[in-house]
């Protein structure tokens, strides 16, 4: 799709519907590639181009993702924390694009705010992928996309519920991809975590389009009849402060064998984007249960990277 080429993915807020759904093809098709690597010799379409990967977050899914989606396929990542260059301490972020941009095919950003990601991806005039930041998470979105589509087999008209914490960046990214794809999605939180209206509005605009239905709600019951129920960590990484706070609030949104049942399915599926804290945000039973679909999540990371990589990256 040519009009991926070049592009940055810092949210999906950007992408229309039709190129997160060529985004899903290519990685259910990089996935059969690997999955039947040793019918035919691997591809090397990032031979010659190198990746930077900032981080300022410590990561274990988006950094292995990233780095051998890349490296398998001939390409240079470069591993780059704030303890190795001088990303807005005695460089600001912008003179640090420009250089980066010099340097390398394309950068993978982690950290705290979204106007770093956004200021790298205007200053660098390469491809800047968000690995996380406190506003989005957006290819984390688009795996849990993948691993449910995987699972049912389609996407539009399924219902997936967040249970936890509504506003921070794995609810908000599946808020927007939802509504653009036509995915029945419903935040259940105690309204002092409820995602922001603003946000919330402009989803509103994309499901008029797609057929998507968004809710917002305390009440737990609202997963009766949920295809998926996802939940995250109660205090997201830099939040730790606020632990004892946000336990308070979100326990009795503890996803469980009840809070399970209450789907009324025997097939709804329960998804985490990782890492998880077994027995506060969910139960080892229920992350470790036949209905637990954290480790294809996981694993569709690497696939979903890399497509979005060789897309925005012209490599097809």
Known sequence: MDSLKGRSLLTWLDYEADEIRFLLDLSRQVKEDRVNGHKKPPQQRFTGKTLALLFEKRSTRTRCAFETAFGEEGGHPVFLSTADIQLGDKESIEDTARVLGRMFSAIQFRGF?????????????????????????????????????????????????????????????????????????????????????????????????????????????????????????WASMGEEDKKAQ??????????????????????????????????EEVTAEIIEGPMSRVWDEAENRKHTIKAIMLATLGCL
């Open 113 to 233: 705010k979204q106007s770093t990601v956004e200021a790298l991806a205007v200053y660098s005039s390469i491809p800047v992928y968000n690995g996380l930041t406190d506003d989005f998470h957006p290819t984390q979105v688009l795996a849990d996309i993948m691993s449910m589509e995987e699972n049912f087999g389609s996407l539009k008209g399924r219902k997936l519920c967040f249970v936890g914490d509504g506003r921070n960046n794995v609810a908000r990214s599946l808020m927007v991809i939802s509504a653009k794809l036509g995915v029945h999605f419903t935040v259940i939180t105690p309204p002092e975590l409820n995602p922001d209206e603003t946000l919330l509005e402009r989803c509103l605009s994309f499901s008029a389009v797609s057929g998507s239905e968004l809710r917002v709600t305390p009440d737990t019951s609202e997963t009766a009849g949920a295809d998926a129920i996802y939940t995250d960590v």
């Open 246 to 279: 946000r336990t308070a609030l979100l326990h009795p949104y503890q996803v469980n064998k009840t809070l399970m049942a209450k789907t009324g399915r025997p097939d709804t599926i329960f998804l985490h984007c990782l890492p998880a804290v077994k027995g």
